[in-house]
């Protein structure tokens, strides 16, 4: 079936550094979507794309969306100790309303 | 604004135990989900619904059964626990897809299941 898979599942960087989660899809996604766990917490919504070659900002974070519509990257600049957590990709398979999630990438932020 | 609420947060079982796992949004949302969270293994989909009286499988829905009654409800069984099954559970909701994208997904805080 549909997979969406995501890279690294782990990293640790020393605060200020910068950090890059990579997804990719093994089909055309119609959109997808970037969520934020804290530790003991639960999936946030943080950004939807939607068009090809989108590229989204909020603050420090920057989203992009593959030309052809399988891949999209979420970037950090300069991390801080609140931007610890799991990052997930998640997008539509099998129907628009099925949302499969990536792995996720946990990341540690060291002071 | 209670959002989507879970119920039991926490339940241990014995192996062969039946259990039922609550999710209430008061969203008005179509669409309900419910995932399984395991280390190493992110977010797995087990079942959902597109409506109330609607149920679909997801990725990994053996052992579970689920129930839409109400649009506000949806439920999460489990008729005889195993180990396995062993997981943090998570319930979301989403209102009825209206563009090009897939739905918005809001997440309960989550019930972590321990199967003895």
């Known amino acids: 079936g549909q997979q969406v898979m995501q890279i690294p599942q782990y990293q640790h960087v020393q605060e200020g550094e910068d950090f890059t989660t990579y997804c990719n899809s093994s089909?055309?996604?119609?959109?997808i979507q970037w969520y934020k766990q804290r530790p003991g917490g639960h999936p946030v919504f943080l950004i939807q794309?939607?068009?090809?070659?989108e590229v989204k900002k909020q603050k420090r974070l920057t989203f992009q969306f593959g030309e052809a519509k399988k891949n999209s990257s979420l970037h950090i600049t300069a991390t801080q100790t609140t931007d610890v957590g799991t990052y997930f990709c998640?997008?539509?398979?099998?129907?628009?309303?099925?949302?499969?999630f990536g792995i996720g990438t946990k990341l540690q932020v060291i002071p | 604004n209670a959002g989507v609420t879970q119920t039991p947060k926490f339940r241990v079982l014995k192996t062969g135990q039946s259990m039922t796992l609550l999710c209430a949004q008061d969203?008005?949302?179509?669409?309900m989900y419910w995932y399984r969270q395991d280390p190493g293994m992110g977010l797995r989909l087990i079942h959902y619904?597109?409506?109330?009286?609607?149920?679909a499988k997801g990725e990994v829905p053996d052992g579970y059964n689920v129930s839409r009654l109400k649009k506000q409800n949806f439920l999460l069984g489990l008729e005889s626990a195993a180990p396995s099954q062993t997981s943090v559970y998570f319930c979301?909701?989403?209102?009825?897809?209206?563009?090009?994208?897939?739905?918005?997904?809001?997440f309960g805080a989550g019930s972590r299941l321990t199967v003895l």
């Open positions: 979301a909701s989403s209102s009825s897809f209206s563009g090009s994208g897939a739905n918005v997904l809001t």
């Open positions: 089909t055309t996604l119609s959109n």
């Open positions: 794309l939607v068009k090809s070659g």
């Open positions: 998640a997008g539509p398979t099998g129907g628009y309303q099925k949302v499969t």
């Open positions: 969203m008005n949302h179509e669409y």
């Open positions: 619904s597109v409506g109330e009286g609607t149920t």
